[in-house]
């Protein structure tokens, strides 16, 4: 078989041979098996659902989110012969029925959607009366609410796959945990599928972490990048506002050609760019994680983090846009402590409160019509509830998947409303609470990563994706650089005390290694202030705050040894107030400005220590 599979290979594609994984999971589908595919950007997981496809009978319905790509993949698909289209909102009405039209003629062999097409139920009859032998998921962890870009149209795939007479499936993508790879299969639906992994290490990126607690380093590092790395590069960074910032200061400094792209442009001014920057060979762009999805340039010699992402899959991702074509590339992430407090306000944003689900219900209620309908889109209710368009799109998803709602026309615009029970908001909302417990671990480990100086961080990243094998090629990271040049290890804090147990972290007086936060413990009990530590550990206030609240809940350390009385009994009249110490904002908000977020989390972290007493 395997001679034939490459002779197909070389006929319909003009490539001699199968990459890693490749082979594997053709194979799989091609026996009827439901596959999960994890491979590193840029392997190739596109030819393997368009070999199947090419090579098998019916249709394979690609769902992805990746908008900008499915044009250029249909394009080089139709120079090979290969009959496929692509129906999503870019295409006008009057072509997208002709398309559907023959869809069900049988007259392609790919179709690729946008997962909210779904929603379309013309659509999803028309799917019915359609051939469709393969389905094929991209961006597979996207419908993971574990994962980093859980997008909740996502969620519909599973129902939909059912409608169809579940057939054979592959799902893929670069970036998937073992956690969100078993979610993936839960909600797709998946029977005993065939998982091929091949692994997440990138032997031709070099990875770094520089700490640069303020503006001014920060650009002192960028401006060392551009000076030393020739090619195009993408700056990622964490708001609009420092986009537009870092732009000026770019072109002023350097007059390369720089881009800003980030969600508040309108689409066609997006695309612009995007296209500009493709075609630019110097080019740098500046944007927030709005862009890079489908972003099929190979040659970006780096990608600098101007902002601690908020986990390591995303940052992972990101920073693998760099070097698709094999050749060197540099990947760069410049650490503030202070980065904590955006990615935590984004994870206490992630989804509605309690409140505002309720209101996004009466929001949806309250336009039923003489019909039995609600009449309304997502874009209608974030005008209407004043509410994040992520926390309008996340509360649908759930309102939905309880059945409060139910969608019950074409184009996403029609809901059939039930009952809201009291058992529906408790259980969502432990939901949402399980799922920010693990956003926070996450963000720590994203921490560790950036603040570690005794470990390879590529060894790190691939082993936060269950990948225990051995990095063979090196140096890969700064820290396998310095080991190289017999270089000192910057920014290692020398701490006293007694000998603790081995970790990661930094280093005690007798040369053991210990984890970051005991090396915080043993500061504080020498009596030191915080901001003494923070001194002496060579970190930000965010972070050893966050030390200090994990010392207090394990009862390590007295909270006074972080705050005053007075501040302590300030905060707590606030949390009464509030009502609640599940969200910070609020009590935040109640509270003078000089009166940070880890000195509030500290006092929640004795509070929840004293509720088990």
């Not at 250029?72 to 999503?88: A, E, K, M, Y």
């Not at 007059?255 to 792209?261: I, L, Q």
């Not at 390879?456 to 994706?465: E, G, N, P, V």
Request: with cysteine; charged share 25%.
């Amino acid at each position: 078989m395997s001679t034939r599979l490459i002779s197909l290979l070389r006929q319909h594609f003009g490539i001699p041979s199968f990459r890693t994984g490749q082979q594997e999971a053709v194979e799989s589908v091609l026996a009827g098996k439901d596959t999960l595919v994890v491979m590193p950007t840029g392997s190739g997981k596109s030819l393997i659902y368009q070999y199947v496809a090419v090579v098998s009978e019916g249709l394979a319905l690609v769902i992805s989110p990746l908008i900008a790509l499915m044009k250029d993949q249909v394009d080089s698909l139709q120079r090979r012969g290969i009959p496929s289209t692509f129906i999503n909102s870019t295409v006008a009405r009057d072509e997208q029925l002709r398309r559907i039209e023959k869809m069900m003629a049988g007259e392609y062999r790919l179709v690729y959607i946008a997962p909210e097409r779904l929603q379309n139920t013309r659509f999803i009859e028309a799917l019915k009366q359609t051939e469709v032998t393969l389905l094929a998921v991209d961006e597979a962890h996207c419908i993971s609410q574990w994962g980093h870009d859980f997008r909740p149209d996502y969620l519909n795939i599973g129902k939909m796959r059912g409608a169809l007479g579940n057939p054979v499936t592959v799902a893929l993508t670069a970036t998937a945990t073992p956690i969100v790879q078993d979610d993936i299969i839960q909600q797709l639906r998946l029977k005993a599928p065939h998982r091929v992994v091949t692994g997440f290490s990138r032997p031709n990126l070099i990875f770094h972490s520089r700490y640069a607690p303020d503006t001014p380093s920060k650009m002192a590092i960028i401006r060392k990048v551009l000076g030393t790395v020739k090619g195009a590069g993408i700056v990622y960074v964490g708001t609009r506002r420092e986009a537009d910032e870092l732009n000026l200061a770019l072109e002023a400094d350097f007059g390369v050609p720089s881009f800003v792209y980030h969600g508040g442009m309108d689409k066609k001014e997006r695309e612009n760019v995007q296209e500009t920057f493709l075609r630019h060979p110097n080019a740098v762009m500046i944007a927030t994680n709005a862009f890079g999805m489908g972003v099929d340039r190979p040659d970006v010699r780096f990608v600098v983090h101007y902002n601690l992402p908020g986990t390591i899959e995303a940052y992972y991702q990101e920073a693998g846009r760099a070097g698709r074509d094999g050749k060197l590339a540099q990947c760069m992430l410049l650490y503030a402590p202070q980065d904590r407090n955006l990615q935590e306000w984004f994870i206490e944003n992630d989804a509605p409160s309690q409140n505002e689900l309720s209101n996004l219900y009466q929001a949806i209620a309250t336009r039923v019509q003489e019909d039995g309908v609600a009449k309304v889109d997502a874009d209608m209710l974030t005008r209407i509830t004043h509410l994040f368009e992520v926390k309008v799109r996340v509360g649908m998803a759930q309102l939905e998947r309880g059945g409060i709602i139910e969608h019950v026309t074409e184009g996403g615009l029609g809901y059939r409303i039930n009952e809201i029970t009291p058992e529906f908001m408790k259980a969502t909302q432990q939901e949402v609470q399980a799922r920010r417990v693990l956003k926070r671990q996450q963000l720590e480990k994203m921490i560790e990563f950036a603040e570690t100086s005794t470990h390879c961080r590529q060894k790190m990243l691939i082993a936060h994706f269950g990948d225990r094998s051995e990095i063979k090629h090196k140096p890969c990271c700064d820290y396998c650089i310095r080991v190289e040049r017999g270089e000192p290890h910057p920014d290692i804090p020398k701490t006293t005390g007694k000998r603790r147990g081995a970790g990661a972290g930094t280093v005690g007086a007798d040369g053991i290694a210990i984890d970051t936060v005991s090396a915080t413990e043993l500061l504080f009990k020498e009596g030191l202030p915080i901001r003494e530590v923070c001194v002496r550990r060579g970190l930000g206030t965010s972070t050893i705050y966050q030390h200090a609240a994990q010392l207090i809940t394990e009862g390590r350390i007295e909270l006074r040894q972080v705050i005053s009385t007075e501040l302590e009994s300030q905060i707590r009249v606030a949390i009464v107030s509030v009502g609640t110490i599940e969200k910070l904002a609020p009590i935040k908000s109640l509270l003078p400005d000089t009166i940070e977020y880890g000195q509030i989390r500290c006092v929640v972290a004795l509070i929840s220590r004293e509720r088990l007493r």
